[in-house]
C-alpha cells in the first residue's frame, strides 16, 4: 500500500487515563498506519486557514484539529468500545491553499475508494471543496449538507473559504438537488448568493424556518429527498450561536444550540449512507475555557456512537 501524504499526530494528544473501567477515546483510537485495512473510520485534520484568511475572516483555525483532538480524545468509549478508529494524522499545508486542496482531495478520495468513513477536522470552511470532490470521485453522486449560517457560495477568486459550495456546483461534483444548507441566517448572507441558489434551486433553510418542526426532522426530510448513495455532513461550527461557540471564525449572535448541534451530529452517525463528517471553522485563539473544541468533540462523539451502532448491526 502506498504511504498517505499525511503527517502524524502529535502522541501527546491522546489522552490515557489508565484505568480500565473507564477507558478514553484516546486509549480506544490507534495511530498506527499498519491498522489501515482493518480500520472502520478514519480521523484525518486539515490545519489551514488560508482560505479564512483570503476571505477576510480571523486566522487561527488552522490550530483547531489538534484543540478538538485534545478534547476528543479524553471523552469516555461507551458505545464507542467496538468500533475500529484509527486517527491518520493531517494534511500538510501546501504552497498554496490550491495545493493543500489537492492534497485533501486525494486522500480523502483514496479513503472512501477504499470503504472507510471519515471524519475531517478543519481548519477553514474551504475544505469542503476537496472534502466532496474526493467523497463523489470515491463513492458516487453524494448528497451534502451544509450545516452553517452561510451560504459558502461567493463568486470569489482566488478560492477561499466562502467559495466551496460554488466550487462545487460550477464544476458539476455537485448537483443542485443533492445540496442543501440548513441553518442559514438572513444577515450573514448577500441577496445576490440568495438569488443565485434560488435560480438552481438549491434548498435553503434558515434557522428560524428548521426551528419550526424541528432541527433533526428538517434534516431527515433533506435525507429523505434525496437517493444519492453516500451522504456528506460540513458542520461549520459557526452556526451555534456565541455564547456557546465563541471560539470561531465568525461568531454568530443568533444561532443553533450545542444541543441541537449534537442532535444533527446524532442523525448524521445514524443515517446509513453517512460517509464523510466535516467539523470547521473552530478557531482556538479566541475560544474560552476550549468551550467550541469540547462542543466539536461532542458532536464527533455522538457521530461515533451512530456508527459504532451500525457496525454491531452490521456484524449480528
Same mark, same amino acid.
Given at each position: ?79 464507542? @468500545?467496538? %468500533?475500529?478508529?484509527?486517527?491518520? $494524522?493531517?494534511?500538510?499545508? !501546501?504552497? +498554496?491553499?490550491?495545493?493543500? /486542496? &489537492? ?117 431527515? @426530510?433533506? %435525507?429523505?429527498?434525496?437517493?444519492? $448513495?453516500?451522504?456528506?455532513? !460540513?458542520? +461549520?461550527?459557526?452556526?451555534? /450561536? &456565541? ?74
Amino acid at each position: 500500500m502506498e504511504p498517505f501524504e499525511l503527517a502524524p499526530t502529535n502522541a501527546a494528544l491522546f489522552y490515557r487515563r489508565g484505568d480500565p473501567n473507564d477507558r478514553r477515546l484516546g486509549e480506544l483510537v490507534t495511530r498506527d498506519p499498519q491498522d489501515y485495512p482493518h480500520a472502520a473510520v478514519v480521523i484525518i485534520g486539515y490545519p489551514e486557514d488560508e482560505g479564512v484568511r483570503r476571505n477576510g475572516g480571523r486566522p487561527g483555525a488552522a490550530e483547531a484539529p489538534a484543540a478538538i483532538r485534545r478534547c476528543l480524545y479524553r471523552l469516555g468509549s461507551a458505545g464507542i @468500545e467496538g %468500533l475500529r478508529i484509527l486517527d491518520m $494524522g493531517d494534511t500538510p499545508p !501546501g504552497p +498554496d491553499l490550491e495545493a493543500t /486542496h &489537492a492534497r485533501q482531495r486525494a486522500t480523502v478520495r483514496r479513503m472512501i475508494a477504499d470503504g472507510k468513513r471519515l471524519i475531517t477536522l478543519g481548519g477553514g470552511n474551504d475544505m469542503a471543496y476537496p472534502d466532496v470532490a474526493g467523497l463523489v470521485e470515491g463513492a458516487g453522486p453524494a448528497l451534502a449538507i451544509n450545516v452553517d449560517a452561510h451560504y459558502d457560495v461567493r463568486a470569489d477568486q482566488p478560492r477561499n473559504s466562502g467559495t466551496p459550495y460554488r466550487q462545487l456546483l460550477e464544476e458539476g461534483l455537485l448537483a443542485p438537488e443533492r445540496f442543501g444548507i440548513l441553518g442559514t441566517q438572513p444577515y450573514a448572507n448577500a441577496p445576490a448568493y440568495s438569488r443565485y441558489l434560488e435560480e438552481r434551486g438549491v434548498r435553503v433553510i434558515p434557522l428560524r424556518e428548521a426551528r419550526v418542526h424541528g432541527v433533526v426532522a428538517t434534516a431527515r @426530510e433533506l %435525507l429523505a429527498r434525496s437517493h444519492a $448513495g453516500a451522504v456528506f455532513w !460540513g458542520f +461549520d461550527m459557526d452556526v451555534v /450561536h &456565541a455564547a456557546e461557540a465563541p471560539g470561531v471564525s465568525a461568531p454568530n449572535p443568533l444561532g443553533m444550540s450545542g444541543e441541537e448541534l449534537c442532535a444533527l451530529a446524532e442523525l448524521a452517525g445514524a443515517e446509513p449512507r453517512t460517509r464523510l463528517v466535516e467539523l470547521s471553522e473552530v478557531n482556538p485563539r479566541y475560544d474560552v475555557d476550549q468551550r467550541t473544541a469540547r462542543l466539536a468533540a461532542v458532536a464527533i462523539w455522538h457521530v461515533l456512537v451512530g456508527w459504532a451502532a451500525r457496525a454491531e448491526h452490521e456484524a449480528n
